[in-house]
């Protein structure tokens, strides 16, 4: 079965932490995505990557980074969280030849930040 | 960017067909419509997608309208477990997925 792991279900974390979400998938994907999820503005796309060590930024990638150093791990990094920061995160990935082949999610990390 | 409208929400009884309605009027000759959905607690799963024919497959059916500016997802019989969000969304420039608010269903017993 196809999967997309992310590595923790729930994290709080205090205001100027240093974070980290890190996310996994075993399907050997050039393609991989961070999404933010907040009640009532659906997905938004934080960062993406095509390949090792490149990454793109998505619609909303302020206060956020990303690192690629293995095809198949995509993390995601706050640099110094805020409140704002608190909300669902998303991490998903696809083939190379993009959404036609599927696009699979993992099951979302929910972030507070106090 | 290519943007979809969808109600905010819908009902349906059990074992009933339920059809999720789209508008897509700015969509491009290339842009392929794709439909997810989100169970409760659960990131988003693929449920079909389709350019220009109608399409089945054995989750739902894709509907699309001859000038393609909306389109239709058809769930034939609807169970609880198809209770979720349901977005429909065009395929971008570089693969991405841009999601919209998405349609509520909810489904009655």
């Known amino acids: 079965d196809v999967k997309v792991t992310q590595s923790s279900r729930y994290l709080v974390k205090r205001t100027g932490e240093k974070v980290f979400l890190e996310c996994v998938q075993d399907?050997?994907?050039?393609?991989m995505f961070w999404y933010r999820q907040d009640p009532g503005l659906g997905l938004r796309l934080i960062y993406f990557?095509?390949?090792?060590?490149?990454?793109e930024k998505g619609d909303i990638p302020e206060g956020y980074s990303v690192s690629r150093e293995k095809k198949e791990r995509f993390s995601l990094i706050l640099e110094s969280a805020s409140t704002n920061q608190t909300s669902m995160y998303l991490c998903?990935?696809?083939?190379?030849?993009?959404?036609?082949?599927?696009?699979?999610f993992g099951s979302g990390t929910q972030l507070s930040v106090l | 960017d290519a943007k979809t409208t969808q109600p905010n929400s819908m009902e349906s009884n059990e074992e009933e067909p339920v059809h999720l309605p789209c508008n897509h009027s700015?969509?491009?000759?290339?842009?392929?419509i794709h439909w997810y959905r989100q169970l409760p607690s659960q990131g988003p799963e693929y449920v079909i997608h389709?350019?220009?024919s109608n399409v089945n497959n054995r989750m739902a059916s894709l509907a699309i309208a001859e000038d393609r500016k909306s389109s239709t997802l058809i769930l034939h019989r609807a169970t609880l477990r198809d209770a979720a969000v349901y977005y429909c969304?065009?395929?971008?420039?570089?693969?991405?997925?841009?999601f919209g608010a998405g349609t509520i269903l909810r489904v009655k017993s």
């Open positions: 998903a990935s696809s083939p190379r030849q993009g959404p036609l082949l599927g696009v699979f």
């Open positions: 399907m050997d994907h050039e393609n």
């Open positions: 990557s095509y390949d090792v060590k490149m990454k």
């Open positions: 700015t969509i491009s000759g290339t842009d392929y």
């Open positions: 389709g350019l220009t």
């Open positions: 969304i065009l395929e971008e420039y570089g693969n991405k997925l841009v």
